[in-house]
């Protein structure tokens, strides 16, 4: 497979996009998270939307390098937004330690994922439908779907996503049976993996 390469001001027209996409995303993650709504905090913190987000760019960009990019800005951006509203906008004062945590997932898990998901979505087999099901296995390991009666409305998000994923940016039918074959024992190795997570953030 050839990459196609960028031109500079489309390169960094598509990173200040992702940028501003980023910081949009922060401040309504956190309004979602101060509005009193349990949805809409849900939609912020359950792993579904960002997850979703990051193979949205992988998938769109023109190459694994730009993939990497976007994603990392967007993610990056969206970070010092949330935290940057909630101290400068909501008088919350810095969470320093959680926002270098989530900078460096921005420069190092999130690229990663974006660029699984160029791979997987324009190959076919195995390995693509494991790396699908493996951003699957993020989002259903986030636990709304086993909490369903508690969180009804990211329990259905967590559902769509996944359906995206596997069924919709799956290349081909072997894709997606592989993708979908490989779900569930991804989503125990990735709730096992977020469960680590929020007690190193804690």
Do not use: C, N
């Not at 494991?130 to 699957?136: I, S």
Request: net charge positive.
């Amino acid at each position: 497979m050839t990459a196609t390469p960028e031109a500079p001001a489309r390169r960094g027209s598509a990173l200040a996009l992702a940028a501003l996409a980023g910081v949009l995303a922060g401040v309504a993650a956190k309004a979602g998270d101060e509005s009193g709504w349990g949805w809409a905090a849900d939609l912020g913190s359950y792993p579904a939307a960002w997850v979703l987000a990051v193979a949205l760019i992988g998938w769109a960009a023109p190459a694994p390098r730009a993939a990497a990019l976007r994603a990392g800005v967007f993610f990056a951006a969206m970070t010092v937004a949330y935290y940057g509203w909630a101290a400068l906008v909501l008088d919350f004062g810095w969470s320093v330690r959680l926002l270098v945590a989530w900078l460096v997932l921005s420069a190092t898990a999130v690229p990663a994922t974006a660029v699984a998901a160029h791979v997987a979505t324009r190959r076919s087999g195995w390995l693509p439908g494991a790396l699908l099901a493996t951003a699957a296995g993020i989002t259903l390991g986030g636990g709304a779907l086993t909490d369903a009666a508690g969180h009804p409305v990211q329990a259905a998000a967590d559902v769509v996503v996944v359906l995206v994923l596997v069924v919709v940016l799956a290349r081909d039918l072997r894709t997606r049976l592989w993708a979908a074959a490989l779900t569930l024992p991804l989503t125990a190795v990735a709730a096992a993996l977020l469960g680590l997570l929020r007690d190193l953030l804690g």
